[in-house]
């Protein structure tokens, strides 16, 4: 059975919202903090993961998070969690993800993207993670179902930490958000 929480009068609100799904099986890889600079179309996962308890350490810059996040994999011999809105903000990380897969340190970006149904419209910041990083990552994936989250993080966090560890890349589009 699954508690509702009530929401009070005029507040918009999914539930349950993917975005907890997906900080859930960041809490299950051990995820305790988080860099980077959030963008409209990632509200909703982050208001979840920072509800689950992992701390958001947020930057003025995009590639800032993921150098931090680097520092903390290196430091912490652990996964560093970066994550970046879409477009720019994903376009941004380019050469911090570049120098983190050169060092061979375990990385998973967290990617927001835009709705998939505006797909080649040239709508507002349009952005396709996949083939931007396709070069400096051992994978990224567009995600397009949210009943794969779960599954496709615990292997982005596995991959990462495989031999030679690396970068690897989620995007998120904004309408799967919508879908509950």
Known sequence: ?????????????????????????????????????????????????????????????EQSGVYAAEAYSRVARKVGVAYATTGPGTGNIVSAVQQAYLNCSPLVLLLSGHNMWDDMTYTLQECYAEDLLKSITKWTKHMRFTYEWKGFIAKAFKDAQAWPKGPVGLEFPIDLFLDA
């Open 1 to 61: 059975v699954t508690e509702v929480k009530e929401v009070p009068l005029g507040m918009r609100e999914i539930y349950p919202n993917p975005g907890d799904r997906a900080a859930e099986a960041l809490k299950e890889q051990g995820v305790q903090h988080a860099f980077g600079v959030h963008g409209g179309h990632f509200w909703p996962l982050l208001d979840a993961v920072s509800n689950a308890g992992i701390k958001l350490v947020t930057f003025h810059h």
